[in-house]
């Protein structure tokens, strides 16, 4: 069974394409979720980000306080780095028995950061779904209730897609056609083989 990664900046369309994949029956962990999840029920990593950005970082019934955590680490790179360092690992580990328990003829790890935390290391294809940066602005403010600066300063955080375009083994272009389906069944059929 092959393992591969998708990957693309926010608002490019990676769940809308996992969700494609998933109806061809082909299995996708996803990472932002699950670290989500994480982030709430691992006691490890909650202490750990207790640590981090203090005690204000969980509500009294155990929420993730996610506007006190946006705030700390959206500013601060160090803090940025230091979360990442609690949360990937963690993921990753998650991610590896999930894995173990699937049966297909691929998987699919849905992640923004694959390139910039070295996981494309243990994929063996890397897939970018890859959209023009207005659509990225206008799904994700859209998306997320946010305003353009916000967005733009969370994009600066990740590689841009033309670096990832230059490393991954395939794109998807998710303009504003239909054609992502398209290129999704011909990408699955030959994955398949």
Request: with cysteine; net charge negative; charged share 25%.
């Amino acid at each position: 069974m092959k393992h591969l990664a998708i990957t693309g900046n926010i608002g490019s369309g990676k769940s809308t394409a996992c969700r494609f994949f998933e109806r061809l029956d082909i299995p996708v962990y996803y990472s932002d979720a699950r670290a989500k999840k994480l982030m709430i029920e691992d006691q490890e990593v909650i202490g750990a980000i207790k640590d981090l950005l203090g005690e204000e970082s969980y509500s009294e019934d155990g929420t993730l306080n996610r506007s006190h955590v946006a705030s700390k680490i959206f500013s601060d790179q160090t803090l940025l780095q230091q979360m990442n360092q609690i949360v990937h690992p963690a993921v990753r580990k998650d991610y590896h028995r999930w894995r173990e328990n699937q049966d297909a003829v691929f998987t699919l790890q849905e992640s923004a950061l694959t390139f910039e935390i070295g996981a494309e290391k243990i994929m063996d294809h890397v897939i970018l779904v890859f959209a023009p940066e207005a659509l990225l602005i206008k799904r994700s403010t859209k998306r997320d209730g946010i305003d353009e600066a916000a967005v733009r300063q969370r994009l600066e955080k990740q590689m841009s897609q033309d670096l990832k375009a230059q490393k991954a083994d395939y794109i998807l272009y998710n303009g504003l056609t239909d054609s992502l389906l398209f290129q999704i069944q011909d990408l699955y059929s030959e994955l398949s083989v």
